[in-house]
């Protein structure tokens, strides 16, 4: 991969265009964390992988702005480029407006007083362009042109869009008809004062039509958007994905299906009175057809209702079925824990002869999972830290930076699948041998933190960012922190990351209901040293109701002891004990039957009581 | 009080204007939370006088909103009349404009199609009104007209505008000169790309001056405005106010004075591109001045920069002056506190011969902060709640609800002074002899949440909102909980309430940094039977620096024992005894040599430590 190459012939279409800097955001046209090859244009031409960050080149400099899941990882791909890493939340990083102003007012040439700068107003949501104009007419007024797309130019062999076929998602694990939730969503879309929407976030498609894809690795979603008006709706994709299968479905449930390409189309037909639009699901693109709709004559105008969209509260509350179909996926899920962890405990004790490096520990446990019923693949890549590479957040082993397992120190092992039934995401951070004090004193406050959030009981509707603190208020006290959010819920056979609800120190106004899942997940992370994060998937269940409301308490749905070997006792309070010691005996009872004698026995002895 | 005349001859004047309704909010034209008596419309229309409620009456309806703190009071209060009471942020209740939206509706006859609601665009905030106006229309298109006071015509005897005199506010206690003040907030307006601004929050322009008054009871402020422009500054005021000396002050600052009524044409005359005007502190009708400016051919255009005044924050942080000052109030009022609790212990013994009330507990604890030094008066009117009395979250006992203490039960005393070099605010929940089980337990759970808040270790930068939750964990476990915020600002010789940091479960942005001060006060109500709150006053003070940043810690600036009679002990955890031990020694430490020897051995018991 030669970026210095890429970035010469950027600037070369930059130069022609009379642009003074490129921006290159993380995202597709749905707003996707995780999205599919094709638009991978921030990655192609900065060689940086996370799932956030965003390049921005200037005809003389380059930068790239992460936030602290990569800091690591950043530097080390960024190396030998000539990408300044950006550091988001850390005191003094400008913002790409800021640093913009700076960079282009420094970089002018008598002969080059161009002051635009561009971006690809598909890829990015209505509200990111809104800002960045903003922000950018601040420095001098730099202007930004929205419509244009370098790579078309400059990416040689770029992917197309995916053309995978989609599938049903049987009523039998989804619950909840696609007739009912598109019933609901236009009785949310009437409590808004809004005759239709555009929905562009593909999970939620993929959950309002019960039907599931394959475009975006780990996640099982297709590339498409969905138009609800009163009286119709509409799937923009391309037929080729359709099944004669899905295609008779769909017309069972008189949704139209027109091609991809045409929701502009769509968009301007729209002859209803207003639409919601949610400005951080659509891209700016999509917004300004239907804004400028009334300045052509051929349209009506049509009113934009900007609100956040109704389905993605809706989808985050679990229905029966679902969270039967979450326990089950726990529950194999827990069994092929429980077997990886028995093999890396026998295999440690002969590393010497059978080295195992942390690739080696991402197959083993992904053949495990391959093994269970209704396994459709893994939910995000395996995160498989050993020693130091537990430092880095969002680290995923490449043949590149392989290292092997040694009988000491501590793994990092944040993974999880997709089943049919249910997604699952757990973290365990295992002791492979001795440890020094520091790591088990690290290990002992990220564990204080995650059974604190466990032991919560909160009012119905508190927020996430008032729980998050819970899980960090002891190594506060120790002048520790971690940057990355505490918690984040968990789809159905979907994304393994599904908002708006979350534990973070941001705010995050959505309110924690019962019937949602998530996780907890808080870490601590020593650069060049060591990691450690523990993490269980939670379902929000009733606990009391009083005079003073409705209060809820969490569930762990998650099956898997929690190597006690690093833990302090005597940090722990009698209550986080209490938590522990239950904890262990709910996963021994509900997997051992599913276990041989011999992990029976392994399990027993994981999930023994600790005491003071 | 004749509330039902007073809404007859209100309606009256509805007819004749064609309203349908009339709202009259609690504020004034500054967006005081404490008004001067002029301005209290609402109390006079309703009969209710807590500091935060919205009356709203129609042609054939009156209802009243408010908030937790005041529901058992504004019960008692509307007694006998008919309106309605309505509790916020209670499941059920219904905003504003969806009540105006029904009730207009219902009430509509054939003959009265008039759907045109009223308020005074000057006791509003820009925001407040926009946002009514927008959540008005839709309610099937109801309109909202903001330049009729109806009190004008009705209310008969209405206060004057007050005239008291203003006072200088010597450097000693400052800290800080005006000329300096004023620096600052020039260079915050040219970070927030402003040329000047309106200051309308009357504790801003009194801090921004080094100038205090005493036109609001318990605030030591003076109703005025001030304007700022890039190159000079004008007091908008009643010139009957100023003394020569204040004049001269002024003058050698270079402040121009014009008359209070003058500010809408210094606004029309600012001649600056923009100007930053807060819109949740200007009032709307001078937010509509500026931006009908120029609408007006004789006026420029001024483009509006809405953005938080920079001063809120500036004066929430203290000087090493305003931080000593603080210091030698508190160590005041602990001496005054002490005499006070060792009074009432004596009394208590001897309730019968010598009986004592609400009202005298109030009577005698002011009686004891007048004599000490610098004392200028209370800083809000006292809680003393007796029994279920201590359940009205915001009580002031008067002569008709004032009952006398018995030896049994819990006494709630929440009330601070106003010194010169200081303001206060202190509240202690105090066994008066035999407690119930529940009164313990309680009270204990009070103070655990009081303990962790005084613990907690954070980030710099940290919100208020996500700190909240320490105050509550061990309450929510038992199902309880209470309605209003966890903690305030406090001023420097200036209002007890000072924004824009709090500690509550809404979100409030304004982060914490070292040098502000915040109170402490959880609680729990329990109606009918009685209510527990422990408040201290904090300064935010460094705790350690380390690669994950600067983080911060509580120093209690409040001096007074806390009762230990009705704590469980065993309710405790280990390092709640050992805060509550040390909190007690250095109250003992700092006060005893201020003391006489019966106080000494009285505090001495009253600091005892506590075991398991």
Redesign the interface.
């Known amino acids: 991969m030669n970026i210095n190459q890429r970035l010469a012939d950027l600037r070369e279409v930059m130069r022609r265009e009379h642009l003074a800097a490129y921006i290159f955001p993380s995202t597709d046209p749905h707003q996707s964390e995780y999205v599919a090859d094709h638009w991978k244009g921030r990655e192609w031409i900065s060689g940086f992988n996370g799932s956030a960050g965003t390049a921005v080149v200037t005809l003389t400099s380059a930068a790239l702005w992460t936030d602290s899941r990569y800091f690591l990882a950043a530097e080390e791909q960024l190396k030998g480029t000539e990408y300044q890493l950006m550091k988001l939340k850390i ?1 003094g990083t400008p913002t790409i407006a800021e640093w913009l102003g700076k960079e282009i007012m420094q970089s002018r040439h008598p002969y080059e007083d161009w002051s635009e700068v561009a971006i690809d107003g598909r890829c990015s949501s209505a509200n990111a362009v809104k800002e960045l104009i903003a922000d950018l007419r ?1 420095q001098n007024g730099i202007t930004l042109r929205t419509n244009f797309d370098p790579l078309k130019l400059i990416w040689k062999g770029r992917p197309v869009i995916p053309e995978n076929p989609v599938e049903i998602y049987p009523m039998e694990y989804a619950g909840e008809s696609c007739r009912d939730k598109i019933g609901r969503i236009r009785q949310a879309l009437r409590e808004k ?1 809004a005759d239709g929407m555009l929905m562009a976030a593909l999970d939620d498609i993929a959950w309002t039509l019960n039907l599931r894809g394959s475009d975006v690795h780990c996640n099982p979603v297709f590339v498409s958007y969905l138009l609800i008006s009163p009286k119709s709706v509409t799937l923009y994709i391309n037929k080729v994905k359709l099944t004669p299968e899905v295609l008779a479905c769909l017309k069972a449930e008189d949704i139209k299906v027109e091609d991809y390409e045409q929701v502009e189309n769509g968009l301007k037909a729209y002859f209803e009175y207003n639409i919601l639009l949610d400005p951080d699901e659509v891209n700016y693109r999509l917004y300004e057809v239907v804004r400028n709709k009334g300045k052509q004559n051929s349209c009506p105008q049509t009113e934009i209702v900007e609100e956040e969209s109704p389905v993605k509260r809706m989808k985050t509350v679990k229905n029966e079925r679902e969270i039967a179909g979450f326990r089950s996926a726990m529950l194999k899920d827990g069994i092929a824990m429980v077997k990886f962890l028995r093999f890396l405990d026998l295999r440690i004790k002969n590393l010497e002869n059978e080295p195992l490096t942390e690739i080696g520990v991402d197959e083993m446990l992904t053949a495990l999972r391959a093994e269970q019923p209704l396994f459709r693949g893994i939910s995000f890549d395996t995160i498989a830290g050993y020693g130091e590479h537990g430092a880095v957040v969002h680290y995923e082993p490449t043949p590149e930076t392989d290292i092997p397992l040694k009988p000491e120190g501590l793994l990092l092992l944040d993974s999880g699948a997709q089943y049919l039934d249910g997604t699952t995401d757990i973290t365990r951070t295992i002791a492979l041998g001795p440890l020094t004090e520091e790591m088990k004193k690290v290990y002992t406050l990220v564990l204080k933190g995650h059974i604190q959030i466990e ?5 119905s509707g ?2 996430g ?6 899980a960090r ?1 002891a190594m ?2 120790e ?3 971690y940057l990355h959010g505490t918690g984040h819920g968990v789809g159905t056979y979907l994304n393994v990351h599904e908002g708006p609800h979350q534990f973070r ?1 941001e ?1 995050k ?1 959505a309110p924690l209901v019962a019937g949602m899942t998530i996780t907890d997940e808080p870490g601590i992370y020593l ?1 060049g040293k060591f990691g450690a994060r523990i993490e269980n998937t939670l379902l929000i269940v009733p ?7 409705k ?1 809820l308490q969490f569930e762990s749905l998650t099956l898997c002891p929690i190597d006690k070997a690093p833990i302090l006792v005597d940090m722990l ?1 009698p209550e986080e004990i209490g938590w522990l010691n239950d904890y262990h005996k709910m996963v021994f009872d509900t997997l051992s039957p599913h276990l041989s004698d011999d992990e029976i026995s392994w399990l027993q002895e994981a999930c023994a009581p600790v005491y003071f």
Chains 1, 2 share one sequence.
């Open positions: 005191e601040k004062h032991l919560c009981k909160f009012p508190a927020s960012t008032q729980i998050d603190i819970l208020q506060w006290r002048g520790l922190n120190m705010w106004p650069a606990y009391k109701e009083t005079e003073f409301g209060f309070l």
